[in-house]
T-cell receptor
Framework: NAGVTQTPKFRILKIGQSMTLQCTQD?????MYWYRQDPGMGLKLIYY???????DKGEVPNGYNVSRSTTEDFPLRLELAAPSQTSVYFC?????????????FGPGTRLLVL | GESVGLHLPTLSVQEGDNSIINCAYS??????FIWYKQESGKGPQFIID?????DKRQGQRVTVLLNKTVKHLSLQIAATQPGDSAVYFC?????????????FGGGTRLMVKP
């Protein structure tokens, strides 16, 4: 199994541009998550999904959108990029919601908004 | 708000010594805790977890201790090796109705001197 994969690895955006960060997992996990990690900081939850067709906001959802059309994929959309969205974005998945079931993380996407 | 935090942002140890990384949590409802290791440029990697009905759990060279009385969590690494150099995060499952999400601490950087 490849686990959790993310693309791209790195991207530079201009203010106001849009992009989609891709996330795919091949472990048949029902729960998926998007986090952002600012330099020297911990992870903050942006959005999560408990299954195909179901998504919900996390701690810092403003400026982002998600969709979950399949079990495997959970893309994160930035519609109008802002410098405050410069960060490293991690996607994760787990069997359940995190209670006694660990989350497995992808390698991350580094985003720079100029 | 309630959060998970760490006492020491940076810990430097000699190769072969034991390392202890500490974490304080404030949410008394948390019942599941995880330690993650994050190497430079990579996503967090699961190390060990512990449920609130336990006070100690051992893995290979790692031990997690949980003191619910003072809401303190620690990660002990025996015979620290250069490959242990990384940032270590504790995370708690807050047990909320919103999908039992994980809340991450700010991280401690472990530096192993040869």
């Amino acid at each position: 199994n490849a686990g959790v994969t993310q693309t791209p690895k790195f991207r530079i955006l201009k203010i106001g541009q849009s992009m989609t960060l891709q996330c795919t997992q091949d472990m048949n996990h029902n729960y998926m998550y998007w986090y952002r990690q600012d330099p020297g900081m911990g992870l903050k939850l942006i959005y999560y999904s408990v299954g195909a067709g179901i998504t919900d906001k996390g701690e810092v959802p403003n400026g982002y959108n998600v969709s979950r059309s399949t079990t495997e994929d959970f893309p994160l959309r930035l519609e109008l990029a802002a410098p405050s969205q410069t960060s490293v974005y991690f996607c994760a998945s787990s069997w359940t919601s995190g209670r006694e079931e660990t989350q497995y993380f992808g390698p991350g996407t580094r985003l720079l908004v100029l | 708000g309630e959060s998970v935090g760490l006492h020491l942002p940076t810990l430097s140890v000699q190769e072969g010594d034991n390392s202890i990384i500490n974490c304080a949590y404030s949410n008394s409802a948390s019942d599941y805790f995880i330690w993650y290791k994050q190497e430079s440029g990579k996503g967090p990697q699961f190390i060990i977890d512990i449920r609130s009905n336990m006070d100690k759990r051992q893995g290979q060279r790692v031990t997690v201790l949980l003191n619910k009385t003072v809401k303190h969590l620690s990660l002990q690494i025996a015979a620290t090796q250069p490959g242990d150099s990384a940032v270590y995060f504790c995370a708690e499952n807050t047990g909320s109705n919103a999908g039992n999400m994980l809340t991450f601490g700010g991280g401690t950087r472990l530096m192993v001197k040869p």
